[in-house]
Nanobody
Framework: QVQLVESGGGFVQAGGSLSLSCAAS????????LGWFRQAPGKEREFVAAISWSGSSTYYADSVKGRFTISRDNAKNAVYLQMNSLKPEDTAAYYC??????????????WGQGTQVTVSS
């Protein structure tokens, strides 16, 4: 089993930045591709970014490309999401997940509890 815990969410004005972290326990993450997803109230959960097990490959949703950066530190058993130039439409609960290299949430086995990001206009 893998337990994932996100942190770093909060309130920020449009144009600002936030850095999310996701720490794992129970099992190493080094063998898993990792992803970030988000879910806004009344909307379905959507893919944000993914990173391969080695960190050599990344993939982003078009809506965040050029503004968000996913990274990982296998030695620390953690994954990160640097979010710059934030927009009000980025407001959502953000979740990290471990599973398969995919943009679909059903391909991810382990999930964190989420951290809220709120961007004011």
């Amino acid at each position: 089993q893998v337990q994932l815990v996100e942190s770093g969410g909060g309130f920020v004005q449009a144009g600002g930045s936030l850095s999310l972290s996701c720490a794992a326990s129970g099992r190493t993450l080094s063998h898993y591709p990792l992803g970030w997803f988000r879910q806004a109230p009344g909307k379905e959960r959507e893919f944000v970014a993914a990173i391969s097990w080695s960190g050599s490959s990344t993939y982003y949703a078009d809506s965040v490309k050029g503004r968000f950066t996913i990274s990982r530190d296998n030695a620390k058993n953690a994954v990160y999401l640097q979010m710059n130039s934030l927009k009000p439409e980025d407001t959502a609960a953000y979740y990290c997940a471990a599973g398969y290299w995919s943009t679909y949430d059903y391909d991810y086995t382990y999930w964190g509890q989420g951290t809220q990001v709120t961007v004011s206009s």
